[in-house]
């Protein structure tokens, strides 16, 4: 039955892509963008996300196109755009509602159609399927088929693959939610969740997502009373950890396309029925408090060293929203920078993964390398990629006037142990 099944993924970015490369390992592929010069690189086999490599793009025989036009001969069709909020911080679905009127314009009668972004509750069925059977035509369960399969691909995880997870599976009736579990399955070996409605798989997501911001924020919370008491949040985590049962999670900033989306989606979704997110919110509350809190921490250490932030100069290093992956989008570092800067201090960007187009674009800042970097008076590690955590206290040696000053470690990915005398040292 899937011998002569032809897939289509819509969407190549860091979710789309490698779903795209482990689908090609059975099926014929066609990987579609709207954005032309990313699908110029692929061809090329240049992959900027640094999530496929350009070894890995060489062995497949996906065709990626921006001409929508090779959807059509797709059964099988992966819609995996990103999510977004708008600038009031409501749901912003431009993007899934753009690519379901591209794909319904040019599906064939009898395709599957699955959605992975992140959605409310109810979107895929009350938003999308009416897109697609407004611009091809063609009716719901009858003439063509739609099921939700919420991405689990974490960017920059390459031992927890698309391959290697557990894959949720949803459709519109019980014998679309078999054909999902037999095509995700013929490739993912962690095993599949049949859902048993669409929405169950929607919430689900959204919990996965939420759960970690409200737990992050309660470490964050603590962070916060931590400062207030002077006492250590990392020394206080480690002592509670020797508890066999307690959950180990460390505070800092929470960003990215997914974690934070989540919070917005189901809160907004509950506002609509009535219900107030009262858990939810205040977490999401906290966790976008961290950026300014951080900053002005910077400013009142420097302040007690006599340093105004007009004369103030601060090194951050990482601007991505995690660790060993370029992508900015939603990265919370940028908070911090802004709110420096707004008080007059002179801060300096440089991140080893970044793409400095990107940061100029994104925010309108400069990425600068490690030797144009001038020396000042504190450094904020503010994402531990691979470089800098190896090389340790010896990168600030040149990185710091006079050798001296204050780091501030944001994950608490530094040795204490090894840290030289002269500097300080400040941490979530």
């Not at 999308?128 to 939700?148: A, D, R």
């Not at 997501?205 to 931590?226: F, G, S, T, Y």
Request: proline residues 4%; hydrophobic residues 40%.
């Amino acid at each position: 039955m899937l011998q002569n099944l032809k897939i289509a993924v819509v969407g190549m970015g860091y979710v789309g892509l490698p779903i795209a490369v482990a689908f090609n390992q059975k099926y014929p592929v066609a990987g579609y963008d709207i954005n032309t010069e990313r699908i110029q690189a692929l061809t090329l086999g240049l992959d900027k996300t640094n999530e496929v490599s350009r070894e890995e793009l060489a062995k497949t025989s996906i065709i990626f196109t921006a001409d929508p036009v090779d959807l059509k001969e797709a059964g099988f069709i992966i819609i995996a755009v990103p999510s977004a909020v708008d600038q009031d911080n409501l749901p912003d679905l431009s993007a899934l509602e753009k690519a379901s009127k591209c794909v319904g314009e040019h599906m064939k009668k009898g395709a599957v159609v699955v959605y992975e972004s992140i959605v409310a509750p109810g979107m895929t069925e009350e938003i999308c399927i009416p897109l697609l059977e407004k611009y091809s035509g063609y009716e719901s369960g009858k003439e063509f088929f739609v099921g939700y399969s919420p991405a689990r691909i974490v960017p920059g995880d390459r031992k927890n693959n698309f391959t290697k997870v557990k894959k949720v599976v949803a459709g519109q009736n019980e014998e679309v939610t078999e054909f999902l579990a037999m095509v995700y399955g013929s490739i993912v070996g962690g095993g599949i969740h049949k859902a048993p409605s669409i929405r169950v798989a929607e919430t689900a997501k959204l919990i996965e997502n939420i759960q970690r911001d409200v737990n992050v924020a309660l470490m964050n919370e603590l962070a916060l009373i931590c400062e207030r008491l002077k006492i250590d949040t990392q020394q206080v985590l480690e002592t509670a950890g020797s508890k066999r049962d307690f959950l180990k999670v460390a505070p800092g900033l929470v960003g990215g396309q997914g974690i934070d989306l989540a919070s917005v989606y189901l809160a907004n979704k509950a506002e609509s029925i009535g219900c107030s997110s009262r858990v939810i919110l205040s977490g999401r509350s906290i966790n976008e408090g961290m950026s300014s809190f951080i900053a002005q921490s910077l400013i009142k250490k420097m302040s007690q060293d006599n340093i105004s932030p007009a004369d103030g100069r601060v090194i951050v290093l990482g601007l991505s929203y995690q660790e060993d992956i370029p992508d900015l989008r939603n990265s919370k570092v940028i908070g911090i920078v802004q709110e420096l800067r707004k008080s007059g201090m002179n801060v300096q960007l440089a991140d080893s993964y970044a793409c400095a187009k990107d940061a100029e674009s994104h925010f309108g800042s400069k990425l600068l390398s490690h030797q144009q970097l001038e020396p000042a008076h504190a450094i904020i590690l503010a994402v531990p990629h691979k470089q800098y955590k190896e090389s340790g206290w010896k990168q600030f040696e040149s990185l710091l006037i006079g050798q001296q000053g204050i780091v501030f470690d944001i994950k608490g990915t530094l040795d204490v142990k090894k840290k030289p005398e002269k500097i300080r040292l400040w941490r979530l």
